[in-house]
Structures are given as structure tokens and as C-alpha cells.
């Protein structure tokens, strides 16, 4: 499949639900059966790729005309299993969050209001005609959020360096050799480009989930960590309880050397933090906290480096 370009987007971390075939209607299920048997697929890069693009026409094109019919794919224990990418509806929630994220010029030259107004009707009159829509996939960008961590175990962690020593010009060199594929699929891991992710069963999840939870709220107030943990929570009641769930670092791993990135043990921390938390120990949790912000504070400056 051709791609728009052979930009590496370096900015993005993704956190995907894949559910199995059955958990689909047809003739959605058909779809899906017969799009997971394609030879090559495309990745991350391509979607993003995608919908930088549509922001390059005049007027600007914020939201897809029609509704993306790509997914990701990955087979375990013998059973498929799909992350549609659903575009459109990403694109529309993602409209709405960009007022509190970039200043009012910059967000009218981007986008003008009008532009904006339009695509926020749209929304309103397909959400009435939709109204369990939810997407497969949550984007953030320049770091991955520390709530996203608490649903995955270290020992679940896979980090492959792909070509080089690492960063964008290694992965650039590694995307025009062609890894076709999405990110989500085994094949793509060790095919040249740098991949660090993390893939847990959906039950797994849920549970440690519940048990962050709880700790959290025995220990502290309400907070930010507690909201995003409980939003992250509610969203994953939403699938089949046989999907998968995959914290990826996305674009991410363009951005940072392979030293940064093997030694980022992120949701080791994170859980470490936790325990500490279950067991008293605030002397404990505290250091685990301070070397995230650390780790993730390096991670942000990049999004101001020229």
C-alpha cells in the first residue's frame, strides 16, 4: 500500500484495545476476517501520515470525509484479533481537546473556526445516530500518560532497537526499506524499525486496574493520576473481555536514543510506586515517582528542540 510520505512522525504514543473476530457484528466480522488475512498492512506511521495531510489542503480537512476501513491485527493462541483504526471518530474527539492545548491564533490559523464549527455539527448529528461509539485507539502526545502503566507488568515489556544506535535517522533509514505491517502485529517487530511496547490480556488489565485503584485512593486524595486511572478503567469495560490491550511508545521511539529507550522500565516503576503506596512506604513511592518525572521530563523537552 502506498504511503504519503517517508516522514518519520515522531510525536505519538497509542494505547490499543484488540478485540476478537466474535466480538464483532456482521458483516463488520467478514470485513475484518478478510482484511487480517492481507499480506502487508499499514502501520502507525501511515495513519498519521494520513491525517497530517489533510491538514496541508485549503480549507484544512480536520475530520475524514468517511469513516477508515484499516485496522491493526494480531493473532495469539490462534485467534485474530482487530484494532480498527476508526479515524473519523478519533479525529472529531481530538477536535474537541485542541482548545485547551494550543493558544486561540494558533488554533484559528491551524484550523479557522469555521472550520471547526462545521466539523463540530457533524459530530453532534453522527454521535446521535451513534451514541455507544467509542474508539479502539487513545493517542497522546510527547509522553505516555503514567495512568497507561499501571495496566501493563515489566515483564510484558518488548523493546526491539531496529536498526542502528537509534533515533530518527535510523528509523527513517529503517521506514524506506519498507516494514510493512502494522505496529500492532508480531511480524514487525525485528523488521528493521524500533518498536518498545507492552501487551497484556484484557482480564489482566481490568484487575490491575482495580487493585491501582484502590491503592491510590487508600493513600492520597482525589487527583489527576486517580481521574486519568478511572476514565482508562471505564473505557476498557467497554470491549470483549477476550481483547488485548497494547501500550505502544509509537513515534516515540524516533525521537530517543536506544540507551533511553532500554533503560525506560517505566511501568516497573509505576508499579513499584504502587506497592510502596499499598505497604506505607511514602519514602518509597516517592523515589519511584521522581524518576518518571525524570525520565518523562526528558522525553517533553524534545517536543522544543529544533
Not at 504514543?13 to 458483516?27: C, G, K, Q, T
Not at 533515533?167 to 528493521?192: I, K, N, P, T, Y
Request: proline share 8%.
Amino acid at each position: 500500500m502506498p504511503k504519503v510520505s517517508s516522514v518519520i512522525v515522531p510525536y505519538a504514543s497509542y494505547l490499543r484495545v484488540y478485540e476478537p473476530l466474535a466480538a464483532f457484528p456482521e458483516p463488520e466480522r467478514g470485513h475484518w476476517a478478510r482484511y487480517a488475512r492481507r499480506r502487508e498492512r499499514p502501520s502507525y506511521q501511515d495513519e498519521l501520515r494520513r491525517s497530517l495531510a489533510d491538514l496541508v489542503p485549503t480549507p484544512p480537512v480536520p475530520v475524514p470525509v468517511h469513516e477508515s476501513g484499516e485496522a491493526f491485527v494480531v493473532e495469539t493462541d490462534g485467534v485474530v484479533c482487530v484494532c480498527p483504526w476508526r479515524t473519523r471518530l478519533r479525529g472529531w474527539q481530538a477536535l474537541g481537546d485542541l482548545g485547551g492545548q494550543l493558544p486561540a491564533p494558533v488554533l484559528d490559523a491551524v484550523l479557522p473556526p469555521v472550520v471547526r464549527r462545521q466539523a463540530a455539527a457533524d459530530y453532534e448529528q453522527w454521535l446521535a445516530r451513534n451514541p455507544d461509539a467509542r474508539p479502539w485507539i487513545r493517542t497522546a502526545t510527547w509522553h505516555v500518560p503514567l495512568n497507561w502503566f499501571v495496566l501493563v507488568a515489566d515483564e510484558e515489556r518488548l523493546y526491539e532497537p531496529g536498526y542502528g544506535t537509534g533515533g530518527a535517522g535510523d528509523a527513517a533509514d529503517a521506514d524506506a526499506e519498507g516494514s510493512a505491517g502494522a505496529v500492532g502485529s508480531e511480524a514487525s517487530a525485528g523488521a528493521g524499525v524500533p518498536v518498545l511496547r507492552y501487551r497484556t490480556p484484557m482480564v489482566q488489565a481490568r484487575r490491575r486496574v482495580a487493585r491501582g485503584l484502590k491503592a491510590l485512593r487508600d493513600a492520597m486524595d482525589e487527583g489527576a493520576l486517580i481521574d486519568g486511572l478511572v476514565d482508562v478503567g471505564r473505557w476498557l469495560e467497554e470491549f470483549h473481555p477476550r481483547s488485548l490491550v497494547e501500550l505502544d511508545y509509537g513515534g516515540l521511539v524516533h525521537a530517543l536514543p536506544d540507551e533511553l529507550l532500554d533503560e525506560d522500565h517505566s511501568a516497573a516503576d509505576v508499579a513499584a510506586g504502587i506497592e510502596a503506596l499499598r505497604a506505607g512506604d511514602g519514602v518509597g513511592a516517592g523515589e519511584a515517582y521522581a524518576r518518571l518525572v525524570e525520565r518523562w521530563r526528558a522525553v517533553r523537552e524534545r517536543q522544543f528542540s529544533n
